[in-house]
């Protein structure tokens, strides 16, 4: 506590729980763009990670309601965000763009994995149960209803792009229309909200991706790769000029909240903002990154060179998201202090509870994998691992 | 789906739920009049005809003297707890160097016990300045309730619905006067309710009794006798953060322009 | 499309199709909604919508679990979307009417929110306060004398505390039914201070003291004395007692400052006691002069509130204009009149209408004219006290 805040202001009410979301969010809207650039775009060098990346932006899209149910002071009241949406509010918009893109994601994914779950539903055990609820009992498939099936996922997944925009682009909205707070209310927060989630879903997918095929021993597709390691460069340029141009911007107009949001910068944000955001974890996977595309380096050292990047992107993504969130709520409204917070560990909107709800979709995304392979057969070559499915896949869309 | 029930109330309890279903998304519309009475009875019944005011609060900081009269009885009127605030009365001590010291009173006490600058910093100016829900006529904490548990009374004051809020505290974010807080007992966000309880049966707020000194003002916009109209008929007023475009209803005599 | 189970899908999902139908057709025309009529015929084609499309699909569903995986079946295009959206009409159906049973009885009776909870607001609570008519219906006496001195505009609940308990505690007293719930009792100098405290943010008019120096300043050893010692909270300006009882002089030793415990200062001075000093043993000519004049049957703390201070006694009598003198000379007095003389202040009685004075300052102290009435100034003080009986 520095300075004067109002006394409702002595806590912080939007915790690292708010600082999640948006996080979690923003990996499904970037991971499913990684799937349309395959889908809708044609780009044949994604093909390895393109059904990895639509299951991985399911398994998040299914958590990223639980830290606002954490959240909440009634989530036994969440529902009443579709019962009575206020559709004044930003907010209200939540319930029904998450459920319809929910069920967009949800739907693509039951047309790309139909082949594997009737081979699944031909097998025995529970998986043969949980592919025939799957499938709604409906185990037929032949050429032709598998170029229904494609036109129907070029179709979901071109709808699916203005989508995860809008759900991801709500969440900056929320943040951006609020007029009380001058760290936030800026237009610009909309467009830096989307760019991040794409970087932050590229990042997660070639980490994530390159994890996977050293843990199993599998060779690792360098054209894929390296493709995405130049959208990941294009996209972090532009978000991170988006987010530098922000703050720019209000410095240069000089106008009255820029006397303490300079203060929130130089000060209270100074580490985490300026040192880390910018200077650690946005400047040296810019350099890396850029090496890696100008010039050839050997595979594992690019390879190496764009798991650091990727991780470091990852980080500094999510260093944006708290630097947003939580350092809007430091700035007091009466524009003469600041409060603090520092989360604990083993409160209910704790460190641990974030770590557990961060967790939880990479081991389902296990299970979904165990379920139906997410990687098509040729990038899985070489492998010398227990994951391997039993059914051997084939086809992929 | 069953037979309509026989019992009217019931009957048009179903047939609304039948009528928003078919509404589906476009509900919005049909909710207010999908009742077969034209329009609802007022809320307060007969002894208390919301359409004849429109509550309206006022300040005069001049004649505040800090004595947190308003604090304590706010806190015994409305079981407001410890460490959260629905009014509160801020004192300013303005130094030499025009640099403006803000604090406020705290604890149950809410008493002032000293000086907030020492002798040595050469006071310029000093005074008080009360501070509650300004209940505006454009409120943001009830545009973004996602959930309409924020709303407006047609008599002018803004409430929350404790039985349908969700305790997201996106108002308490959207509120540019740090009126409002998530109830750490109820977990629903709280805040001034202009003791809606007891303007309705003719009582003023507590705050207002209580002052001592009469720098608390409330009165009904709609009735044209009121002595606050007079007020602010008389005497130059100022809102807080006017650029907001809030239109806040609670007007400030006096106010220095320190204060936001 | 000749695969009889496509048709029987094609059949469902057209059904389902006519109820999704039918609803939004409804939304646009929920005003007719109102006729009952139109409400039955649309609770009958709905649920028979329903009933049909789920029947159909169950159908379908059984059908194709009596013989699965056949591969001479394998041959549908679009039979499998046909199911999913079949599913998905059943979910986004079930989801409306669940939504729409949800929706509170009352919402959007006055505006897009709950309409009861406007009537829940109302009755939240009762109001604890009462105000001071409340009080004074019982508390007469308080109430009458609260309400003539500069307390009046003082609520009884600022310091008492909020009275709801205290009051229906009455009623249930009465009726046998509780124990009366008592108001708080002030017993400490911390309610005065909350307004009295000097504080530099306090408009200057209002009158404030810093409790320290104003107890030191008559040599009051326990700088915790409460106010209501020496002052009546009800009428605050007239002290409780005189200042000579009130042991709050000087020279006079406080009781405790001999005696351990508490002392009844009121009790009658025993033999051989140490002398309880009087204003004339030190200021023997004014306390003669003053027996002179017209106001000689006031105690001399009537006006010198303080003695060594010089806060309270000057600034009250000289420097706060008329206020002072008026307490007792306006044509209103607080108190009692007793037969002195009045004005209508700041209407002053010419005594001499041919040769009137220059118009007053509305803040003129009265003494500057009228100390005559009162006693000579500047007359001497003894360094020690004398004329002890």
Redesign the interface.
């Known amino acids: 506590m520095e300075g004067f805040v109002f006394p409702n202001e002595q806590s912080v009410v939007w915790t690292v729980m708010i600082v999640l979301y948006p996080y979690i969010t923003g990996l499904v809207a970037g991971a499913f763009v990684v799937s349309s650039l395959y889908h809708l775009f044609g780009r044949e060098e994604i093909r390895p990670v393109a059904r990895f990346s639509l299951g991985a932006a399911f398994v998040f899209l299914l958590f990223a309601p639980l830290p606002l149910l954490v959240h909440l002071g009634h989530p036994e009241r969440a529902f009443n965000i579709m019962i009575t949406p206020n559709f004044s509010s930003a907010m209200a918009g939540f319930g029904y763009i998450y459920t319809a893109y929910l069920l967009l994601v949800a739907i693509e994914i039951w047309f790309i994995f139909r082949d594997e779950m009737i081979r699944r539903a031909g097998g025995g055990g529970f998986w043969r149960l949980v592919a025939r609820v799957a499938l709604l009992n409906d185990l037929r498939a032949s050429e032709a209803s598998r170029a229904t099936d494609h036109r129907i996922i070029r179709f979901l997944a071109g709808l699916g792009i203005p989508m995860a925009c809008l759900l991801h682009g709500y969440v900056g909205f929320l943040f951006g229309s609020i007029k009380a707070n001058p760290w936030w209310s800026t237009p610009l927060m909309f467009v830096i909200f989307i760019f991040s989630a794409i970087v932050s879903g590229i990042a997660v997918l070639i980490f994530h991706y390159m994890l996977i095929a050293r843990l199993n021993g599998w060779k690792i597709d360098q054209a894929c790769v390296r493709s995405l390691g130049r959208f990941l460069w294009g996209f972090m340029i532009i978000a991170v000029s988006l987010e530098v141009l922000e703050v720019v911007s209000i410095a240069y107009k000089q106008s009255e909240e820029w006397e303490i949001l300079a203060r929130l910068i130089e000060d209270r944000l100074f580490f985490s903002y300026i040192v880390l955001q910018f200077l650690v974890f946005s400047l040296v996977p810019f350099l890396l990154l850029g090496l890696n595309a100008l010039f050839r380096f050997r595979d594992a050292v690019s390879n190496t060179i764009l798991w650091i990047a990727s991780v470091m992107l990852l980080i500094q993504v999510l260093l944006m998201r708290w630097n947003v969130v939580i350092g809007g709520q430091l700035v007091s409204k009466s524009y003469r202090g600041f409060t603090s917070y520092m989360p604990g560990v083993f409160e209910r909107e704790g460190l641990a509870v974030a770590v557990v709800i961060f967790t939880i979709p990479f081991g389902l995304l296990y299970l979904f994998h165990r379920f139906v392979p997410l990687f098509p057969p040729e990038a899985m070559r070489g492998a010398k691992s227990v994951e391997r499915p039993v059914v051997p896949s084939t086809e992929l869309h | 789906m069953s037979v309509p029930p026989d019992d009217p109330a019931d009957r048009r309890r179903f047939l609304r739920v039948v009528v928003q279903s078919a509404g589906g998304f476009f509900f919005v519309g049909c909710l207010a009049d999908s009742e077969d009475a034209g329009s609802p009875a007022p809320p307060g019944g007969a002894a208390y005809d919301w359409d004849k005011f429109y509550w309206a609060y006022a300040v005069d900081t001049d004649r505040c003297i800090g004595c947190g009269s308003c604090m304590r009885a706010c806190r015994a009127e409305n079981d407001v707890p410890e460490g959260f605030y629905r009014t509160w009365v801020e004192r300013f001590e303005v130094d030499a160097a025009e640099e403006a010291h803000v604090d406020i009173a705290t604890g149950r006490s809410a008493s002032f016990d000293r000086d907030a600058l020492p002798p040595t910093a050469g006071r310029r100016k000093s005074f008080f300045v009360p501070k509650l829900c300004n209940h505006c006529k454009n409120s943001v904490c009830s545009q973004v309730c996602p959930v309409g548990a924020s709303y407006q009374t047609r008599d002018g004051v803004v409430l929350v619905d404790a039985q349908h809020c969700v305790g997201c505290a996106y108002c308490v974010q959207a509120c540019p006067y740090a009126t409002r807080f998530i109830n750490p007992r109820s977990h629903i966000a709280d805040k001034c309710t202009f003791c809606y309880h007891r303007i309705t049966v003719g009582l003023p707020p507590a705050c207002v009794l209580v002052c001592p000194t009469k720098a608390r003002m409330y009165g009904n916009l709609k009735d044209r006798q009121d002595e606050l109209q007079a007020i602010l008929h008389r005497r130059r007023y100022m809102l807080l953060k006017p650029e907001l475009g809030t239109n806040p209803k609670c007007y400030y005599l006096g106010l220095d322009l320190e204060v936001v | 499309m000749a695969d009889p189970q496509n048709r029987r899908s094609l059949i469902a999902f057209a059904f389902a199709a006519v109820l999704l139908a ?7 025309a ?2 007719l ?2 006729r ?1 009529v139109f ?2 015929a ?2 009958l084609l ?2 028979a919508g ?1 009933v049909v499309a789920l029947a159909v699909g169950l159908g379908a ?1 059984l059908a ?2 009596r013989r ?2 056949d591969p001479a ?9 046909l ?2 959206g079949i ?2 009409l059943v979910i986004g159906g079930a989801a ?2 669940a ?31 009462q ?1 001071r008519a409340a009080c004074a219906g019982c508390h007469e006496a308080e109430g009458a004398l609260h309400g003539k001195d500069f307390h009046a ?3 009884c ?2 310091c008492h ?2 009275g709801g308990e205290h009051v229906a505690s009455v009623a249930a007293r009465a009726e046998g039914k509780a124990e009366l719930v008592p108001v708080v009792i002030p017993r400490t100098q ?1 309610p005065c ?3 009295h ?1 000097r ?5 200057s008019s ?1 009158p404030q003291i810093d409790p320290e120096e104003h107890l030191r300043g008559f040599a009051v050893a326990d700088l915790g004395t409460p106010c209501m010692r020496c002052h009546d909270p009800h009428e605050p300006l007239f002290l409780t007692r005189p200042l000579r009882e009130a042991r709050l002089h000087p020279v006079i030793q406080q009781c405790r400052d001999c005696h351990a415990g508490d002392v009844d200062t009121a009790a009658v001075r025993p033999e051989g006691h140490p002398v309880v000093f009087e204003c004339r043993y030190c200021h023997g000519d004014i306390a003669a002069d003053f027996a002179e004049r017209t106001h000689r049957a006031l105690p001399c703390g009537r006006c010198h509130q303080a003695h060594r201070e010089s806060e309270t006694a000057t600034r009250i009598v000289r420097s706060h204009g008329p206020d002072f003198c008026l307490l007792c000379h306006r044509d209103f007095p607080l108190r009692e009149p007793v037969g002195m003389p009045t004005v209508a202040w700041p209407a002053h009685p010419e005594r001499n209408p041919e040769n009137p004075p220059p118009p007053l300052p509305e803040d003129a102290p009265c003494v500057d004219c009228h100390m005559d009435r009162i006693h000579a100034r500047g007359l001497a003080t003894a360094a020690v006290p004398g004329g002890a009986p």
Request: aromatic share 8%.
């Open positions: 039918t609803v939004l057709i409804m939304a646009r929920d005003a909604a109102r009952p409400g039955l649309t609770i709905a649920a329903t569903l194709a679990r699965p995986g079946r394998v041959t549908g295009t679009w039979s499998h979307v199911r999913l599913a998905l409306i009417v939504r729409a049973a949800l929706v509170p009885d009352s919402y959007g009776a006055y505006g897009y929110f709950r309409g009861d909870a406007v009537r829940d607001a109302m009755r939240e609570r009762k109001p604890a306060h105000g505009g003082i609520q609940e600022s505390g909020a911390e201070l909350w307004c405290r504080l530099a943010a306090r408009p209002f």
